[in-house]
């Protein structure tokens, strides 16, 4: 069975710093691209980063600057390590894959991890 499994959420204060990981599991050929996503309460999902197996990023204006997304081939895993978090961070995390296993290339998903950042 292919799944994502995520972790590394939490509360942290203003001004602190969290990383994220994902890992891919299952048999697996190829993953391309990984990113993170995430929801607040009453808003839509939105992207926050991504990295194509090229080693390419794109992020949300909002979060330039302060989170960086990296990947480890080897461990199938995605990391988003968030620096000088704000309030308006807060939200469920999302990993997000497409991966070509068994049954070709398709999109997954992860259960969401909760990050909540305090004034």
């Known amino acids: 069975q292919v799944q994502l499994v995520e972790s590394g959420g939490g509360l942290v204060q203003a001004g602190g710093s969290l990383r994220l990981s994902c890992a891919a599991s299952?048999?697996?050929?190829?993953?391309?691209?990984m990113g993170w996503f995430r929801q607040a309460p009453g808003n839509q999902r939105e992207l926050v980063a991504i990295?194509?197996?090229?080693?390419?990023?794109e992020y949300l204006d909002s979060v330039k600057g302060r989170f960086s997304i990296s990947r480890d081939d080897a461990k199938n895993t995605v990391y988003l390590l968030m620096d000088n978090l704000e309030p308006e961070d807060t939200a469920v995390y999302y990993c997000?894959?497409?991966?070509?296993?068994?049954?070709?290339?398709?999109?997954?998903w992860g259960q969401g991890t909760q990050v909540t950042v305090s004034s």
């Open positions: 990295i194509s197996a090229g080693g390419g990023s």
């Open positions: 299952g048999r697996i050929f190829r993953i391309d691209p």
């Open positions: 997000n894959a497409r991966m070509w296993t068994m049954s070709g290339w398709n999109e997954y």
